[in-house]
């Protein structure tokens, strides 16, 4: 265990170092928000009242940077509950449909890579 100097701050026990690496990438390419995601959101008219709404934005930046104080927000607000559910439901089928394209296009460039794979 090494220790701490003095002034460097520990990260909140919630903060993934690879979760926070995984967003830092996600900042410097914005690929991800594309027209499938632009219509998920379209197609949904809680979330779009929810993405226009400074409320629900200042939410979604809170759980961000402290969760546990939006947690109790959002318990406290049943519309906040069910913006930050559908919110979360969109953004993580989507990333699960960025990953399956991700994959199948990495299979398509190597074929025999997946056959050994497949053993």
Request: glycine share 6%; aromatic share 6%; with cysteine.
């Amino acid at each position: 265990v090494q220790a701490k100097s003095p002034g460097e701050s520990e990260a909140p026990k919630w903060q993934l170092p690879e979760v926070q690496q995984a967003m830092q990438a996600l900042k410097k390419d914005n690929s991800w928000v594309n027209e499938d995601l632009m219509k998920r959101f379209a197609c949904n008219p809680m979330l779009m009242q929810g993405l226009m709404d400074p409320k629900m934005a200042a939410i979604l930046q809170e759980l961000q940077t402290d969760p546990e104080s939006a947690a109790k927000k959002i318990q406290a607000d049943p519309s906040m509950g069910k913006f930050v559910q559908a919110f979360m439901a969109a953004m993580g089928s989507h990333f699960e449909k960025l990953g399956e394209e991700q994959k199948a296009k990495a299979a398509a460039e190597q074929p025999g890579q997946v056959m050994l794979e497949r053993k």
